[in-house]
Protein backbone atom coordinates (compact mmCIF):
# COMPACT_ATOMS: atom_id res chain seq x y z
CA UNK A 1 0.00 0.00 0.00
CA UNK A 2 0.84 3.56 -0.70
CA UNK A 3 3.10 5.15 2.56
CA UNK A 4 3.86 8.67 3.84
CA UNK A 5 6.36 9.41 6.04
CA UNK A 6 6.10 12.35 8.15
CA UNK A 7 9.40 13.79 9.94
CA UNK A 8 9.71 14.36 12.58
CA UNK A 9 7.03 12.66 15.14
CA UNK A 10 7.57 14.69 18.14
CA UNK A 11 9.78 18.46 18.28
CA UNK A 12 9.77 20.55 21.32
CA UNK A 13 10.95 23.92 20.54
CA UNK A 14 11.45 27.02 22.22
CA UNK A 15 9.22 30.47 21.62
CA UNK A 16 9.99 32.20 18.80
CA UNK A 17 12.39 29.92 16.96
CA UNK A 18 11.17 27.61 13.75
CA UNK A 19 10.56 24.18 12.99
CA UNK A 20 10.44 22.75 9.86
CA UNK A 21 8.15 19.36 9.08
CA UNK A 22 8.53 16.81 6.48
CA UNK A 23 5.85 15.01 4.75
CA UNK A 24 7.22 12.35 2.13
CA UNK A 25 5.39 10.08 -0.33
CA UNK A 26 7.85 6.97 -0.28
CA UNK A 27 6.64 4.58 -2.61
CA UNK A 28 4.62 6.41 -4.85
CA UNK A 29 4.49 10.48 -6.98
CA UNK A 30 2.15 13.32 -4.84
CA UNK A 31 1.34 16.27 -7.28
CA UNK A 32 -1.07 17.40 -4.66
CA UNK A 33 -0.12 17.16 -0.59
CA UNK A 34 -2.02 18.77 2.36
CA UNK A 35 -1.73 19.47 5.59
CA UNK A 36 -3.83 19.01 8.23
CA UNK A 37 -4.29 20.98 12.30
CA UNK A 38 -5.73 19.01 14.85
CA UNK A 39 -6.19 19.75 18.36
CA UNK A 40 -6.64 17.83 21.78
CA UNK A 41 -9.42 15.60 21.25
CA UNK A 42 -11.12 17.64 17.73
CA UNK A 43 -10.96 16.72 14.35
CA UNK A 44 -8.73 17.35 11.31
CA UNK A 45 -8.80 21.27 10.09
CA UNK A 46 -7.45 21.50 6.86
CA UNK A 47 -4.97 23.97 6.84
CA UNK A 48 -3.31 24.18 3.33
CA UNK A 49 -2.78 22.29 0.01
CA UNK A 50 0.49 22.14 -1.29
CA UNK A 51 0.84 21.75 -4.90
CA UNK A 52 4.41 20.91 -6.54
CA UNK A 53 6.27 23.35 -8.44
CA UNK A 54 3.53 26.47 -7.44
CA UNK A 55 2.31 28.09 -4.73
CA UNK A 56 0.75 26.66 -1.74
CA UNK A 57 -3.40 27.39 -1.37
CA UNK A 58 -4.31 27.92 1.99
CA UNK A 59 -8.07 27.94 4.22
CA UNK A 60 -9.32 31.12 5.21
CA UNK A 61 -8.02 32.11 8.37
CA UNK A 62 -4.23 30.05 7.57
CA UNK A 63 -1.51 32.77 7.97
CA UNK A 64 0.32 32.00 4.80
CA UNK A 65 3.65 34.02 6.97
CA UNK A 66 3.35 31.88 10.04
CA UNK A 67 2.88 28.58 8.52
CA UNK A 68 5.35 28.24 5.26
CA UNK A 69 5.04 25.56 2.62
CA UNK A 70 7.52 24.50 -0.62
CA UNK A 71 6.12 21.61 -2.53
CA UNK A 72 9.79 21.36 -4.15
CA UNK A 73 8.98 17.71 -5.63
CA UNK A 74 7.09 15.12 -6.75
CA UNK A 75 7.77 13.48 -3.19
CA UNK A 76 7.93 15.97 -0.40
CA UNK A 77 6.46 18.87 1.08
CA UNK A 78 7.31 20.67 4.29
CA UNK A 79 5.61 22.79 6.32
CA UNK A 80 7.72 25.36 7.84
CA UNK A 81 5.78 26.96 11.09
CA UNK A 82 7.83 30.32 11.78
CA UNK A 83 8.26 32.52 14.98
CA UNK A 84 6.41 29.04 16.71
CA UNK A 85 4.63 30.26 19.97
CA UNK A 86 2.64 28.08 22.48
CA UNK A 87 -0.83 28.63 20.79
CA UNK A 88 0.99 27.01 17.80
CA UNK A 89 1.18 23.24 19.65
CA UNK A 90 -0.83 21.04 18.42
CA UNK A 91 -1.09 17.90 16.38
CA UNK A 92 0.04 18.44 12.45
CA UNK A 93 -0.90 15.97 9.81
CA UNK A 94 -0.48 15.50 6.45
CA UNK A 95 -1.39 13.83 3.25
CA UNK A 96 -0.66 12.84 -0.24
CA UNK A 97 -3.45 12.17 -3.09
CA UNK A 98 -2.34 9.35 -5.08
CA UNK A 99 -5.41 7.59 -6.85
CA UNK A 100 -8.56 9.76 -7.56
CA UNK A 101 -9.34 11.10 -4.53
CA UNK A 102 -8.03 8.58 -2.07
CA UNK A 103 -5.24 10.29 0.47
CA UNK A 104 -2.49 8.74 2.59
CA UNK A 105 -2.09 9.94 5.82
CA UNK A 106 1.43 10.52 7.81
CA UNK A 107 1.46 9.79 11.10
CA UNK A 108 1.43 12.95 12.62
CA UNK A 109 3.60 15.59 14.17
CA UNK A 110 3.24 16.84 17.67
CA UNK A 111 4.60 20.33 18.20
CA UNK A 112 5.10 21.76 21.91
CA UNK A 113 6.10 25.17 22.15
CA UNK A 114 7.49 26.10 25.05
CA UNK B 1 -19.60 25.25 2.09
CA UNK B 2 -20.04 21.85 3.69
CA UNK B 3 -20.36 20.62 6.59
CA UNK B 4 -20.35 17.42 7.76
CA UNK B 5 -22.01 16.34 11.36
CA UNK B 6 -20.94 13.14 13.52
CA UNK B 7 -23.76 13.05 16.45
CA UNK B 8 -22.18 10.30 18.71
CA UNK B 9 -18.98 11.75 20.53
CA UNK B 10 -18.99 8.85 21.81
CA UNK B 11 -20.27 4.89 21.10
CA UNK B 12 -19.79 1.37 22.86
CA UNK B 13 -20.76 -2.01 21.65
CA UNK B 14 -19.58 -5.48 23.04
CA UNK B 15 -17.03 -7.41 21.18
CA UNK B 16 -18.50 -9.64 18.26
CA UNK B 17 -21.44 -7.22 18.39
CA UNK B 18 -22.51 -5.21 15.78
CA UNK B 19 -22.34 -1.03 16.04
CA UNK B 20 -23.54 1.85 13.78
CA UNK B 21 -21.79 5.20 13.25
CA UNK B 22 -23.95 8.03 12.30
CA UNK B 23 -22.72 10.92 9.68
CA UNK B 24 -24.44 13.59 7.81
CA UNK B 25 -23.15 15.93 5.89
CA UNK B 26 -24.75 19.21 3.42
CA UNK B 27 -23.70 20.23 0.30
CA UNK B 28 -25.05 21.93 -2.71
CA UNK B 29 -23.18 19.39 -4.99
CA UNK B 30 -24.18 16.07 -7.02
CA UNK B 31 -20.73 14.93 -7.24
CA UNK B 32 -18.58 13.98 -4.01
CA UNK B 33 -17.15 11.57 -2.45
CA UNK B 34 -17.38 10.28 1.09
CA UNK B 35 -15.20 8.30 3.44
CA UNK B 36 -14.76 7.05 6.61
CA UNK B 37 -11.10 7.14 8.49
CA UNK B 38 -10.22 5.49 11.70
CA UNK B 39 -8.09 7.44 13.99
CA UNK B 40 -6.61 4.57 16.84
CA UNK B 41 -4.41 5.71 19.81
CA UNK B 42 -1.18 5.68 17.65
CA UNK B 43 -2.93 8.71 15.90
CA UNK B 44 -2.52 7.26 12.59
CA UNK B 45 -5.42 8.04 10.20
CA UNK B 46 -6.56 4.66 8.28
CA UNK B 47 -8.67 4.78 5.36
CA UNK B 48 -12.02 2.28 6.68
CA UNK B 49 -14.14 2.60 3.22
CA UNK B 50 -15.27 5.26 1.04
CA UNK B 51 -18.38 5.79 -1.30
CA UNK B 52 -19.01 7.70 -4.38
CA UNK B 53 -21.91 9.79 -4.51
CA UNK B 54 -22.95 8.55 -8.17
CA UNK B 55 -23.11 5.03 -6.99
CA UNK B 56 -26.43 3.80 -5.28
CA UNK B 57 -25.00 0.81 -4.25
CA UNK B 58 -23.27 0.48 -0.77
CA UNK B 59 -19.82 0.06 -0.55
CA UNK B 60 -18.45 -2.62 1.57
CA UNK B 61 -14.84 -3.71 3.06
CA UNK B 62 -15.14 -7.23 5.02
CA UNK B 63 -17.00 -6.38 8.23
CA UNK B 64 -17.55 -2.87 7.41
CA UNK B 65 -20.14 -1.31 5.41
CA UNK B 66 -21.69 1.85 4.77
CA UNK B 67 -25.74 3.11 3.80
CA UNK B 68 -25.21 5.74 1.86
CA UNK B 69 -28.78 7.59 1.44
CA UNK B 70 -28.08 10.29 -0.94
CA UNK B 71 -31.46 11.78 -0.93
CA UNK B 72 -31.17 12.45 3.46
CA UNK B 73 -27.40 13.28 3.19
CA UNK B 74 -26.56 10.56 5.55
CA UNK B 75 -23.27 8.05 5.53
CA UNK B 76 -23.67 5.83 7.81
CA UNK B 77 -20.77 3.27 9.01
CA UNK B 78 -21.69 -0.48 10.08
CA UNK B 79 -18.99 -2.38 11.78
CA UNK B 80 -19.89 -6.48 12.30
CA UNK B 81 -18.73 -8.40 14.04
CA UNK B 82 -16.79 -5.97 16.19
CA UNK B 83 -13.39 -6.56 17.76
CA UNK B 84 -10.85 -5.01 20.40
CA UNK B 85 -8.72 -3.79 17.30
CA UNK B 86 -11.74 -1.73 16.12
CA UNK B 87 -11.45 0.56 19.27
CA UNK B 88 -10.54 3.77 17.75
CA UNK B 89 -11.93 7.26 16.57
CA UNK B 90 -13.83 7.34 13.31
CA UNK B 91 -13.96 10.48 11.63
CA UNK B 92 -16.72 10.51 8.85
CA UNK B 93 -14.87 12.74 5.58
CA UNK B 94 -16.24 14.62 2.69
CA UNK B 95 -14.28 15.61 -0.80
CA UNK B 96 -16.01 17.45 -3.73
CA UNK B 97 -15.33 15.43 -6.55
CA UNK B 98 -15.54 18.51 -9.12
CA UNK B 99 -11.91 20.07 -10.54
CA UNK B 100 -9.02 21.15 -8.15
CA UNK B 101 -7.50 19.54 -5.35
CA UNK B 102 -9.69 20.03 -2.64
CA UNK B 103 -8.95 18.62 0.81
CA UNK B 104 -11.07 16.56 2.99
CA UNK B 105 -13.93 18.23 5.23
CA UNK B 106 -13.68 15.76 8.59
CA UNK B 107 -16.59 15.34 11.38
CA UNK B 108 -15.73 15.98 14.85
CA UNK B 109 -15.69 12.00 15.01
CA UNK B 110 -16.87 9.48 17.46
CA UNK B 111 -15.17 7.56 20.05
CA UNK B 112 -15.45 4.19 19.81
CA UNK B 113 -15.22 1.70 22.81
CA UNK B 114 -15.33 -1.93 22.36
CA UNK B 115 -16.44 -4.25 25.26
CA UNK B 116 -14.97 -7.59 25.98
Known amino acids: GAVVSQHPSWVICKSGTSVKIECRSLDFQATTMFWYRQFPKQSLMLMAT?????????EQGVEKDKFLINHASLTLSTLTVTSAHPEDSSFYIC??????????FGAGTRLSVL | AQTVTQSQPEMSVQEAETVTLSCTYD???????LFWYKQPPSRQMILVIRQEAYKQQNATENRFSVNFQKAAKSFSLKISDSQLGDAAMYFC?????????????FGKGTHLIIQP
Open chain 1, 50 to 58: SNEGSKATY
Open chain 2, 27 to 33: TSESDYY
Open chain 1, 95 to 104: SARRLANIQY
Open chain 2, 93 to 105: AYRYSGGGADGLT
